[in-house]
């Protein structure tokens, strides 16, 4: 079984600064990565993932997540934050080893992401 | 154009009273899942069907249940047995050859 900790529930920006929210993972398998954003009242959008190959991972938005296997963690990034950003963002993780469908999706709970203007 | 569906998408319910929550996929997938999604809690798995006519229990399923006759759908019924059942509620596909959930636009149920 995996579990993810994201360890700020929020996180108050001003509008072009840069942001990092974390998130790491626990889990006694290979692992694969994601981080979804949720705008209010509405479901998840997938915004990146990491699956293998470059560590890096860049996906929409101009949000890139970086894959640290030592430090079991997987932070997402932006350089410049826009007031359009505001939204809670959610760090998920799935085992690699696995039939389909016997494992799921473990979510954080979640960060809000504020952007101030 | 392909994707998930979920109605309502405001949803009220009176003490002892059960209602179902629809989730339709045009999407082929295989696997479909229901998360309950509380404040600060993140999302929460209630069921999960992997084929037609299979589902298996998630980490909240009391006093939920769940059918899944046909690929395209998977209700979710919220029975007078759940205590608490004011929650936003999100359901999910995913192709049996692939790990990115496609996300339906949520129900929000609430206790009146």
């Known amino acids: 079984a995996q579990s993810v900790t994201q360890l700020d529930s929020q996180v108050p920006v001003f509008e072009e600064a840069p942001v990092e929210l974390r998130c790491n993972y626990s889990?006694?398998?290979?692992?694969?990565l994601f981080w979804y954003v949720q705008y209010p009242n509405q479901g998840l959008q997938l915004l990146l993932k990491?699956?293998?190959?470059?560590?890096l991972v860049k996906g929409i938005n101009g949000f890139e997540a970086e894959f640290n296997k030592s430090q079991t963690s997987f932070h997402l990034r932006k350089p410049s934050v826009h007031i359009s950003d505001t939204a809670e963002y959610f760090c998920?993780?799935?085992?690699?080893?696995?039939?389909?469908?016997?494992?799921?999706?473990?979510f954080g709970t979640g960060t809000r992401l504020t952007i101030i203007p | 154009d392909g994707g998930i569906t979920q109605s309502p998408k405001y949803l009220f319910r009176k003490e002892g009273q059960n209602v179902t929550l629809s989730c339709e996929q045009n999407?082929?997938?295989?696997?479909m899942y229901w998360y309950r999604q509380d404040p600060g809690q993140g999302l929460r798995l209630i069921y999960y069907?992997?084929?037609?006519?299979d589902f298996q229990k998630g980490d909240i399923a009391e006093g939920y249940s769940v059918s899944r006759e046909k690929k395209e759908s998977f209700p979710l019924t919220v029975t007078s047995a759940q205590k608490n059942p004011t929650a936003f509620y999100l359901c999910?596909?995913?192709?049996?050859w692939g790990y990115g959930y496609t996300f339906g636009s949520g129900t929000r149920l609430t206790v009146v």
């Open positions: 998920a993780v799935i085992g690699t080893i696995s039939n389909f469908g016997n494992e799921k999706l473990t």
């Open positions: 889990s006694s398998v290979s692992v694969y």
């Open positions: 990491y699956l293998s190959g470059s560590t």
């Open positions: 999407l082929n997938h295989d696997a």
């Open positions: 069907s992997q084929i037609v006519n």
């Open positions: 999910a596909s995913v192709p049996s």
